[in-house]
């Protein structure tokens, strides 16, 4: 099953229509567009429960992440569905991260290869879940805090039209650190089992691998030592003060492979199990997805989750 967004930033049904005749041969194919939010989560889950042997995800980061939580509906096994990404959203973090190109002609030609050769890897995910929600998959990263205020942004301003490019995300950062954040009074509490709890903390980035996100190719990358077939990543800062924010940004578009440093910093790596408190309800995104305000998330591993065509 091929799980196509028609509305992702860089598909166009002339790509889709060239990525579909050069499966022609390989696969018997079905095409499932998505009309809607939630919609290849649906797609994924069917897909899973009739028994297709792989789900082909077209689309950016938010239509990966669901037909990701639509293949694990009842939970990992070794008899779901692989899954294969054809990046065409803004981002593509996921598919970057798994190393595939960027564009979808030369994702497809790598999928094409690994589906003849039967090339699959299984890689841990990480789950989050708040009071009163469903447990829910994701794939690369989480924010509580700061980053998921600008994600609301964001999508407020695409539902007005606005197109989802970098510069949308860094023009709103910046604007939103200034203007829109609370920046005085730290709300969060970091909790992990069998440890004491480490409050005063004024946002959280979760990572499930490495970078975190993308500035367009730079990589933004908090905790580099997060990787697939690891637990849960957290870097944590106790200041929204101009020096150390500054500092701390600098320092994830550097390239280096040890956790950030400094008196401001929370770092934890490789945890099964993780959860963020608050003392109100504060914003909450999972793969650049805002998913409301919440007074606590657990984010928890999950290892050898899902099967990728790579």
Known sequence: MLI???????????????????????????????????????????????????VIALGG????????????ADGPSPDLPALAVLPSGSANV???????????????????????????????????CHPGGAERYFTFCAGVGLDAEVVREVERRRAGGATAYTSLYVQTAIRHFFSGTDRRRPLLTLEQPGRPPRPELFLALISNT????????????????????????????????????????????????????GRHVVNVHDASEVTLRAERPIAFQMD????????SVTFRSVPKAVRIVI
């Open 4 to 54: 196509a967004n028609p509305k992702a930033t860089s598909t166009s049904r002339r790509a889709r229509d060239i990525l579909m005749r050069a499966f022609t041969g390989d696969l018997d194919l079905v095409l499932a567009e998505t009309g809607h939010r939630g919609h290849a989560t649906e797609l994924a889950r069917q897909a899973a429960v009739t028994g297709y042997d792989v």
């Open 61 to 72: 980061d938010g239509t990966v992440n669901e037909a990701v939580n639509g293949l694990l």
């Open 94 to 128: 996921f598919a970057k991260a798994l190393g595939l190109p960027a564009d979808p002609i030369g994702a497809t030609k790598s999928v094409l290869e690994a589906l003849r050769a039967e090339r699959y890897r299984t890689i841990g995910l990480t789950t989050a």
């Open 210 to 261: 490495s970078p975190w996100t993308y500035m367009n190719r730079i990589p933004v990358n908090p905790s580099p030592k997060a990787n697939f077939s690891r637990g849960v990543d957290v870097f944590a800062s106790r200041s929204l003060d101009v020096g150390p924010t500054l500092g701390a940004v600098a320092q994830m578009l550097t390239a280096r492979s040890r956790p950030l440093q």
């Open 288 to 295: 650049g997805e805002y998913l409301g305000d919440h007074r």
